[in-house]
C-alpha cells in the first residue's frame, strides 16, 4: 500500500473549504497581516525545499501574504523542528514538518520537543519515495552488482544521505541489516548537499529524494540503481523497484504536514487548512508536484497527533526488529 494510501487511511477527511470559508474568516479576520516565516529542516536543492517553495508561493498568492521561506539545516532536521516548537503560536511562523525529525530520530536520541505534544497541524501537505543513486566511477549498474561488490568489499564503499536519522539513512540502515552487507554512512545537511557531494564523488551512493536527483539522472550525470516504492516511479519509470531486483522488506517513503506550535489558536489552523484544501484542487499545484515525484495529501488537523504515534510505534518496531543502531 502506498504511502498516500496508508496516510489516507488514518487523516482522510475532506475539507468542504468553500463551505467553512465565512466561519473561518470571522474567526480570524485579520490573519495573517504580515509575511509568514516557514522553517524547512534541511538546505536549499532537496525535496524539503522544493515543496516548501511551492507550497509558499501558493498560499502567498491565496493568503495575501509573503511566506518566507527559512531553511535551518542540522542534526537531521532537529534544529529547524526545535524552532518550530518554541516559536510564537501566532501562526507567523510554521513548519515544514517532515517524518524524519518527528518520528524516526526520537528513537536514536533525545529530542528537544515531544513530536505528539508540541504541535499542531494544519494539514498533511504530501509524499515522496527515494531512489538509490550512484555516481557514474562505480562498477554497479544494479542491485545485484551493487551486492556483490558490497560483499566483496566490506565498509569500502559509502553512501550518503540528508543527515543521520533521516529516511534515506534509514533505507541505508535497513538495507544493510536485510543483505547483511557493510556501507559507510555519511551524513549531509539536506539532500540537495548531499547530491551535490555524489556529483563531486565525495561517496559512492547516496539514497535520496527522487526530487533532488531526477535531473542528474536524466542526464546521465548519475545512475538511478533502484526505487524504494512500492511500484515503479511515473517519473522515473526506467528504474526497477528494489523488491524488483530481489530486495524485499525495503519499503520507505516520506510525508510532509505544515504544522505550528501546539497553543496556535485554532482558528489561525482552521483557516490555514481550508486554504490547503484549496490549494490541492488546484490543477497547476497538482501538476508540479507529481512532475517531482510527490503524492498531494488532505488531512483533518485533529487527527494528526493519532497519526504521529501511529508512525512512531511502527517505525519504533522498525527499527527494534532490524537492530538499527545510528552512531
Not at 21 to 50: C, K
Not at 312 to 317: E, I, S, T, V
Request: hydrophobic share 45%.
Amino acid at each position: 500500500m502506498s504511502i498516500a494510501c496508508r496516510v489516507c487511511a488514518v487523516l482522510f477527511v475532506t475539507v468542504a473549504a468553500a463551505a467553512a470559508s465565512d466561519s473561518i474568516h470571522a474567526a480570524a479576520p485579520d490573519y495573517p497581516s504580515r509575511p509568514i516565516r516557514l522553517l524547512v529542516p534541511f538546505a536549499p536543492g532537496g525535496g524539503n525545499d522544493f515543496l516548501a517553495r511551492l507550497v509558499g508561493q501558493k498560499l502567498g498568492d491565496q493568503l495575501g501574504q509573503q511566506f518566507v521561506v527559512d531553511n535551518r539545516a542540522g542534526a537531521g532536521g532537529i534544529i529547524a523542528t526545535d524552532l518550530g516548537a518554541k516559536a510564537a503560536p501566532d501562526g507567523y511562523t510554521l513548519l515544514l514538518g517532515f517524518i524524519g525529525p518527528l518520528t524516526i530520530s526520537p528513537h536514536f536520541q533525545m529530542v528537544p520537543y515531544d513530536p505528539v505534544r508540541d504541535f499542531a497541524a494544519a494539514s498533511m501537505l504530501a509524499s515522496i519515495y527515494h531512489v538509490l543513486a550512484a555516481h557514474p566511477s562505480l562498477p554497479a549498474r544494479s542491485m545485484p552488482e551493487l551486492i556483490a561488490l558490497a560483499k566483496a568489499k566490506p565498509g569500502a564503499l559509502s553512501f550518503g544521505s540528508a543527515g543521520h536519522a533521516t529516511p534515506p539513512h534509514l533505507v541505508g540502515e535497513l538495507l544493510q541489516s536485510t543483505l547483511g552487507i557493510k556501507l559507510t554512512h555519511i551524513a549531509y545537511k539536506g539532500s540537495g548537499p548531499a547530491t551535490f557531494a555524489l556529483l563531486a564523488g565525495e561517496v559512492h551512493m547516496i539514497f535520496s529524494s527522487i526530487t533532488a536527483v531526477m535531473q542528474h539522472v536524466r542526464a546521465n550525470r548519475l545512475a538511478a540503481l533502484a526505487v524504494t516504492s512500492p511500484n515503479r516511479s511515473a517519473v522515473l519509470p526506467e528504474v526497477p523497484t528494489l523488491a524488483e531486483s530481489g530486495v524485499r522488506s525495503v519499503e520507505l517513503g516520506s510525508w510532509y504536514a505544515l504544522v505550528a506550535p501546539a497553543a496556535t489558536p485554532r482558528s489561525i489552523m482552521a483557516r490555514l487548512n481550508a486554504e490547503i484544501a484549496k490549494m490541492n484542487a488546484l490543477p497547476d499545484y497538482r501538476g508540479q508536484l507529481e512532475k517531482q515525484a510527490f503524492e498531494p495529501l488532505p488531512g483533518n488537523p485533529d487527527k494528526f497527533p493519532a497519526f504521529v504515534r501511529a508512525e512512531l510505534d511502527k517505525w519504533g518496531k522498525v527499527i527494534r526488529e532490524a537492530g538499527i543502531r545510528v552512531q
